[in-house]
């Protein structure tokens, strides 16, 4: 609709040009935004202010020539107001909104989906959760984010790769499978010192015991520098799957798990560090290999190679997002936890001194969750005394409310998850408050169905018979969906899904209480069952572009 109001808009403009209203050489892209209260229309625009400062008029006098010239052919609107300093109003007309319930009807599931992408290959990378113990709450989020944004930005027409970074090299897990060895040789009871710096959580056993299990002890023959380098790999593939599995648990599938160990052996980062090297930004200082990342508004010059010549993390980072850039990708987006928040600029100046603009790569930084209880904050896992767990909160609560509930506010603020919320059955859970309205449809359409009243077909229904004030609200506010999409696309922000159901569900059910879906009037029945059967279309699109089930039953 916007861009409808925008060519009448613009055309009007360039009426008044021609009639010598304004002049030739003003010259403004219109801009539209949602009035706070429906009394003032349905969207606004200040072009005519804009254009006041060109033109030396008053806004209200330029607003008027706009005005005037705007040529409704199609009748989208019932009127078009001037307010306050210039201010330009669109009140939409009913009609048009009764069209949405036929657009609905014909794209289904598909509605909502747009093509503002054009096709752009975009990656987005998410969780990327070292591999070396379970995966805590902060996963959890990112994982639910990342996937929303994914399905969001496909539903937006962009063709998107979702991918996983996983951390396999370097001194983490020499420590990781050194503690592991550790553990395995001690409960087979042998004297053991535990690594200081090991991994001390209690799934490290629950890991050695697994291989004892397994493989008994037969490698305890090992000497413990060939144990740890062995169980390295073992326990590594171990927790990889763990997280494979705890991932699939709540609905998030990628298309490609990236080993860093693969930058490694294929020589890439020496490949990166000589392109960096082409284009003079890498400079030698105390015996080690810096980029000059100060050049591009970093607070300080990066070490790549560290004086022993072993590369830094910062050096394979690089040479993975050359990687990517390498495969084609229009756009990267990186979700990042609020401890990279000092990563982003020296990242950013890479992708910058590769020669790619800055924008190519947009980082998303979510804030921590917090976990209560009844009142009270949960630090502790009651099953092993340690931290609570991703894979522990999906048992408890299920993928639904999960999900639901991480998506529920922007991922710059932390965010606090309310176990007993996230399981109770009434109003006051969000999660359940929406699916509820999605299963109340379905009965109602299952009763009609059984009567014999509803079609699905809109030839016929006399859609003018919806003109009751609850019916109008709910109609409006479907048609805002595709609104809703092209906005949490473009600003990536997926916490606006959450949102927008809340708020359809909500008008649902003013309308279900005032409004008796089925009654005498056979005409208004069959009106009202498509608008009902619209709801519940839109509900399940919103719902499962979160990656939340939209049930028939509860």
């Known amino acids: 609709m916007k861009e409808n109001l925008a060519k009448l808009t613009t ?12 002049p030739l050489s003003c010259n ?4 539209f935004e949602r009035p706070k209260d429906k009394i003032h229309g349905d969207w606004a625009t200040n072009v005519a202010m804009v254009l006041a400062s060109q033109t030396k008029q008053p806004p209200r006098k330029v607003a008027e020539s706009i005005v005037k010239h705007i040529d409704d052919k199609k009748r989208f609107l019932s009127k078009v107001e001037i307010a306050g300093p210039g201010f330009i109003n669109f009140y939409l007309s009913d009609r048009w909104f009764r069209e949405t319930l036929k657009e609905i009807k014909l794209k289904r599931d598909k509605f909502g989906h747009l093509d503002m992408g054009c096709g752009e290959k975009v990656q987005v990378e998410f969780v990327s959760a070292n591999p070396v113990g379970p995966m805590h709450l902060g996963h959890g989020r990112w994982a639910a984010v990342g996937d929303a944004l994914a399905n969001l930005m496909t539903a937006a027409g962009y063709d998107v790769t ?28 042998e004297d053991v010192v535990f690594p200081e710096d090991g991994y001390q959580g209690e799934y490290i056993k629950e890991i050695a015991q697994e291989i004892i299990d397994k493989e008994g002890g037969k490698y305890l023959k090992l000497s413990e520098e060939q144990r740890g380098e062995f169980f ?3 326990a590594y593939r171990q927790v990889l799957d763990h997280i494979k599995k705890v991932l699939l648990d709540m609905g998030v599938k990628f298309d490609v798990w990236f080993s860093e160990t693969s930058l490694h052996e294929s020589r890439a980062i020496e490949e990166a560090i000589s392109e960096l090297r082409e284009q003079e930004y890498i400079f030698e200082k105390d015996g080690a290999l810096w980029l000059r990342t100060t050049a591009f508004k970093d607070d300080k010059d990066r070490v790549l190679i560290r004086e022993n010549g072993e590369p830094t993390y910062f050096a394979a980072d690089i040479a993975y997002h050359k990687n990517k850039l390498n495969r ?20 950013k100046a890479a992708i910058r001194a590769l020669g790619y603009p800055e924008d190519k790569l947009e980082i998303i930084i979510g804030q921590l969750v917090n976990l209560w209880r009844g009142g009270e904050l949960v630090r502790m896992s009651k099953r092993t005394g340690e931290m609570v767990t991703l894979e522990e909160l999906l048992e408890e609560v299920g993928s639904d409310a999960a999900r639901y509930f991480f998506l529920m506010r922007s991922t710059d603020t932390p965010f606090d998850f309310d176990i007993e919320l996230a399981k109770s059955q009434s109003s006051d859970n969000p999660v359940y408050y929406v699916q509820y309205a999605h299963a109340r449809i379905c009965s109602i359409i299952r009763f009609a169905e059984e009567k014999g009243f509803f079609s699905s077909d809109t030839k016929g229904v006399n859609l003018e018979l919806l003109c009751e004030e609850s019916e109008l609200d709910l109609i409006r506010k479907l048609a805002e969906f595709e609104e809703v999409v092209e906005t949490s696309a473009s600003k990536m922000i997926p916490y606006r899904l959450t949102k927008y159901a809340e708020d359809l569900a909500s008008l649902f059910h003013v309308f279900y209480t005032k409004c008796r879906v089925i009654g005498d009037d056979v005409e208004l029945n069959k009106a009202r069952l498509i608008l009902v059967d619209s709801a519940r279309q839109v509900l399940s699109n919103v719902l499962g572009l979160m990656g939340v089930s939209a049930p028939e039953k509860m």
């Open 11 to 22: 055309n009007a403009i360039l009426h008044a040009k021609e009639a010598g209203e304004v």
């Open 28 to 31: 403004v892209k219109p801009f």
């Open 162 to 189: 979702r991918e996983f970074y996983v951390n396999d090299y370097g001194n983490q897990m020499r420590i990781f499978g050194c503690s592991v060895a550790a553990r395995y040789a001690e409960i087979l009871g």
């Open 232 to 234: 390295k790999k073992i």
């Open 328 to 347: 084609g990708f229009d756009k990267l987006i990186n979700i990042w936890g609020a401890d990279h928040h000092g990563y982003v600029q020296r990242v």
